[in-house]
Each structure stands twice: as structure tokens, then as C-alpha cells.
């Protein structure tokens, strides 16, 4: 009798942890079905979190792009009146200051007159010939300034540059309608006429 029991008893020690490693499977087989289930739920509620790309309508497009033409519009508009505001800058700048290469190019010829004014030299030919080298320096200065003075010796009478004051009758044939005489010299500025020549025509 004593020894049945003992049997029993090794029996069920021996089944135990053949149940125990059985009892451990399936709990690890429900753990990993309760992960799978919460992965699958997180990514369909991902999936319905995500919004939908939803594509433009024709309407929103075109409110885009007169969006776009107006900001471009309004870039231009300023740009043209920045470039305008500085026209009229420079504008006004060259006419209160446009004469300054014109000063700049005559004012040694005022120191020449001022050196021969203070020159108590009383030689009239030594006058004449520092007058004459200040004329020829105020010519050659003129030049540099795109001023040319008009010939019109001998030259067949025209309006483009030569205004006549005079007819001088009595003349011969080859004079006829040529300049006899100059009274005014007339000049250009950049072969621009600034001042017509005054002649006495022959007729």
C-alpha cells in the first residue's frame, strides 16, 4: 500500500513539469497573438488617422495662378517705380550739374586771362600774342567739348546752317549764290547745329 502511494506521488512530481512547460507555450502562443492583434489595430488606426491626399480642383488652381500673376504684377509695378524714382533722380542731377565738363574745361583758359591781366607788360605785340595763345586755347578747349565752328568761306549758301543777312548785288556769275562774307561765325555741338553762321550771300 505504502508503496502504490509513493508511485503515485513520483508519477504526478514527473508530470508537473511537463504541464508547467505546456501552460508556458500556450501563454506565450496568447501573448504572441494579443501582440499581432494590437500591431494590426495600430495600423489600420494609423491608416485611418493618415489623411487622404485630396488632389486640387480645377477652381483652386486657377485661384493659384492669378494668385501667382497678381504677386508678380505687384513685384513688376515696384520695380518700375524704383527704376522711374531713379530716372527722375539722375535727370535732375544732370541738370542742375550738366554744365560741370563745360566749366571744368574752360577754367584754364580764366586763369590764362587772369595771369594776363596782372602782367604789367605794356608791349602791345607781346599782348597781342599771349591774346592769341589764350584764343587758340579756348578753341582747342571748345573742341574737346564736341563744338566745331562752321566753315563757310566760299562755300555755296545753305539754310541747314547759315542764316543770310545780306545780298550783295554786282557780283559775278561765280559768286552767284555763295557766301561773300561771315559777319557771325556759327557752331555745332555733336554736328548738332547750335548756332546758325550769319553771311552776306552773293546775287
Not at 31 to 59: I, L, M, Q, V
Not at 182 to 187: M, T
Amino acid at each position: 500500500m505504502s508503496n502504490n502511494n509513493e508511485e503515485k506521488k513520483i508519477k504526478v512530481e514527473a508530470e508537473e513539469p511537463k504541464k508547467n512547460q505546456e501552460e508556458n507555450k500556450d501563454s506565450k502562443a496568447k501573448a504572441d497573438d494579443t501582440s499581432k492583434e494590437d500591431a494590426s489595430k495600430k495600423e489600420d488606426k494609423d491608416e485611418k488617422e493618415e489623411p487622404e491626399k485630396k488632389e486640387p480642383s480645377k477652381e483652386e488652381k486657377l485661384q493659384q495662378q492669378v494668385d501667382d500673376l497678381k504677386d508678380r504684377y505687384l513685384r513688376e509695378v515696384a520695380e518700375f517705380d524704383n527704376y522711374k524714382k531713379r530716372t527722375l533722380k539722375e535727370k535732375a542731377e544732370l541738370i542742375l550739374n550738366g554744365g560741370e565738363k563745360t566749366v571744368t574745361a574752360i577754367l584754364p583758359v580764366l586763369d590764362d586771362f587772369e595771369r594776363a591781366l596782372a602782367d604789367n607788360n605794356e608791349d602791345a605785340k607781346a599782348i597781342k600774342e599771349g591774346m592769341e595763345l589764350i584764343y587758340k586755347k579756348f578753341v582747342k578747349s571748345l573742341e574737346s567739348l564736341g563744338v566745331k565752328k562752321i566753315d563757310t568761306k566760299d562755300k555755296d549758301f545753305t539754310t541747314d546752317n547759315m542764316e543770310a543777312i545780306a545780298m550783295v548785288p554786282g557780283v559775278g556769275d561765280d559768286k552767284k549764290g555763295k557766301v561773300i562774307d561771315c559777319v557771325q561765325a556759327g557752331y555745332t555741338l555733336n554736328d548738332k547745329v547750335i548756332r546758325h553762321a550769319k553771311v552776306a550771300v552773293g546775287q
